[in-house]
């Protein structure tokens, strides 16, 4: 094992903060995730440290501080998509288990959870190509992620969901739909069927359905606690308690305000959220992204990464977070991803339209300004028709497309949805020519005249027309013409979603957080945000809730290898 910093001695305690919640992903209304929240700067963030060094542990808690102990086998930090799942394993597998939260429910967002070989894929005849799948995750990352890793959630994900599966259904009212329109249309980037959604029974194929895990948090955990979990809302741990090289437990902050230490003889898994909350980490870690952080978790406050760091945690190799190319001065718009054209501040196209969401992000961070313009007509909907889009930026019903209560389901219900709130709000102008429309548009971009945005609309149309899109290499049949009137341009900037860092404490394939040598410190284990080592630079979104269905696999190896330790 490896041994730890001089500092960090016998019954030592490491001091940190932890946050609550888990990963989640864009609020898109026919796909990934739940409702956004704005983010929080350092100056109000409560986990934000006062010392410029993080990585120093603050002063311990002393024994004389202590009201009371309480002797547990598993202590999980955390009530959200990977320590729920994690809480109620432990307590089927006989385990007492103690589930800490610092706010005052769960944490829910997901809606999507993505696995390979479950049951259900198995009933639709569905088969995956490990070789394939495992590589093109690496390619995604450049390969600057642990491939071991990978190999961990392809070879575990399919039983991680049939034991969700078989939670959900023993409910009586839930069960999982498949997510089978998620092929590849054409494009570069293919979209395997791996997302499984939890929704309300009955399921409703191209009709509006719930779903999500605000629906299954509270079957799983209204079972754990049946069982016998110890579930603590309003109660954020503080410390970790260290015997010799092994993590041992952590003390918490009762609603009382008085200090309780909850022993665990099997170990601690820190499922905290991550600290893409932080503005202060984001701009130590994350320097590149900490600007225009958007549809941000507060919760998320990096307080279980920093005392997985202080314990001698390894962290890192590429920092990120979750990007896509729908943020907004005011938040997101999840059109977005449409492949609109798209203009820079001059006027002029600069990209395929047709990339992935985070490469669109990408994209528009190339540009002066770091903003663009999505540019269509009054053919939106016919448009989206045809782009036939997957995943979280499907916006028209299809089937095997799995659509939540918020669906559009024509241009009307579209423009109520998603034209007329940005309009209101001035992201978005509308005009009844292109001129017009350039007038519009300088008051955000001054550089773009009626002449560059005139020459840009032309060459595009004719492009159109043609079906080949000789400039930038967007597929042919998502080259829709801006040809009638009324035309609309919306105002997207260069911001990153921040929902989820990437970039969380190295582990092992035992989720045991490790050192910088990647000797296991044992009894800590990292899931969820707070574990990285899974991305390279960049989130595969067109893998439809891989960070959840990754989520809720460790969540529950982590508790499986801690049972047997």
Known sequence: MGTQPSTINRRSFITGMLATGAALSTGALVGCGGEPR???????????????????????????????????????????????????????????TVLLEKGDTYFAAPNWFAGIGSRYQN????????????????????????????????????????WYGDELEESGSLEFAVETDSKNTGGKHAS???????????????????????????????????????LRYKTPAVQ????????????????????????????VVLASGGYSGNRYLMEKLNPNQSQNLTNNPQDNGGDGFKMGVWAGGDYGRCAWVMSSDRSTEGGGWTPGSQPWLRVNKFGERFCNEDAPYDFGANAGAMNPGNDWWNIFDSKYWDAMTKY????????????????TTLVPTDADSFFEMYIAPQLESGNMV???????????????????????????????????????????????????????????????????????????????????????????????????????????????WYYGGLHAGKNLTFARLAVKHALRS
């Open 430 to 540: 509308q005009a009844d020519t292109l001129d017009e429309l350039a007038t519009k548009m300088q008051e955000k971009s001054p550089d773009i005249t009626v002449e560059s945005l005139a020459k840009t609309l032309e060459r595009y149309n004719e492009l159109c027309d043609k079906g080949v899109d000789d400039d930038f290499g967007k597929i042919g049949f998502r080259m829709v013409g801006v040809t009638e009137p009324p035309y609309y341009a919306m105002h997207m900037i260069t911001g990153e979603t921040g929902l989820a860092a990437l970039d969380g404490l190295r582990v092992n394939t035992n989720l045991e957080v490790v050192d910088a040598q990647g000797n296991a410190i044992r009894g800590l284990y990292a899931v969820g945000n707070d574990q990285g080592g899974f991305y390279g630079m960049s989130y595969p």
């Open 123 to 162: 009933e639709l005849g569905l088969t995956f190509d490990r070789s394939e799948i495992v590589n093109d995750l690496m390619w995604y990352a450049s390969h600057r992620a642990d491939q071991r890793l990978i190999n961990l959630w392809y070879d575990n994900s399919g039983e991680a969901i049939d």
């Open 38 to 96: 704005n983010a929080q700067d350092s100056a109000s963030n409560p986990s934000a440290p006062t010392s410029k060094d993080w990585t120093s542990p603050p002063s311990p808690v002393e024994n004389g501080e202590i009201a009371e102990t309480v002797e547990a086998d598993i202590v999980i930090i955390g009530a959200g998509t990977s320590g729920i799942p994690a809480a109620l394993t432990a307590v089927e597998g006989g385990a007492k």
């Open 388 to 403: 036939h889009t997957t995943i979280c930026s499907r916006m028209v019903p299809a089937p095997g497309a799995v659509c």
């Open 240 to 267: 970790l308690v260290k015997e010799d090289d092994r993590v041992a437990g952590v003390i918490a902050k009762n609603e009382a305000g008085e200090y309780v230490r909850f022993l665990a003889s099997k170990g």
């Open 192 to 230: 395997p069927p791996v997302a499984h959604v939890p929704v309300e029974k009955p399921y409703k194929e191209m009709q509006p359905n719930k779903m999500g895990t605000r629906l299954t948090h509270p079957v799983l955990l209204d079972k754990a606690v049946a069982l016998g979990l110890d």
